[in-house]
């Protein structure tokens, strides 16, 4: 099963968005879900994992204090907050599943990528 992101859109540098991660037919309580991004021209990039419980999250050095994940396990979905957003964090956001975070980084998680999710960021 692949998971889904959504949420994403331009805006303005400074400014917020909350991406949504959704997998129908899994039941995403039983995972850690970590999130990552694909810029343009660069490799695929870890930012934030957080605990099939929800009781740990962390996000990269990158986009420390920037970024949070969050989820709601009742409603089988997980968000990232993306605040003060600068045009470097301009990529498509994927999430996956996994078995546990050390970290900030997901552990156990396939090289299977669903629908992501294009988030730019421009005046």
């Known amino acids: 099963v692949q998971l889904q992101a959504s949420g994403g859109g331009l805006v303005q540098p400074g400014g917020s968005l909350r991406l949504s991660c959704a997998a129908p037919?899994?039941?995403?309580?039983?995972?850690?879900i970590g999130w990552f991004r694909q810029a343009p021209g660069k490799e695929r990039e870890e930012v934030s994992c957080?605990?099939?419980?929800?009781?740990?999250?962390q996000s990269a050095d990158s986009v420390q204090g920037r970024f949070t994940a969050s989820r709601d396990n009742a409603k089988n979905t997980v968000f990232l907050q993306m605040n003060s957003l600068k045009p470097e964090d301009t990529a498509v956001y994927y999430c996956?599943?996994?078995?546990?975070?050390?970290?900030?980084?997901?552990?156990?998680?396939?090289?299977?990528w669903g629908q992501g999710t294009l988030v730019t960021v421009s005046s």
């Open positions: 996956a599943a996994g078995v546990i975070c050390v970290g900030s980084v997901l552990r156990g998680h396939r090289d299977s």
């Open positions: 957080i605990s099939h419980s929800g009781n740990h999250a």
């Open positions: 037919g899994l039941v995403l309580d039983k995972y850690a």
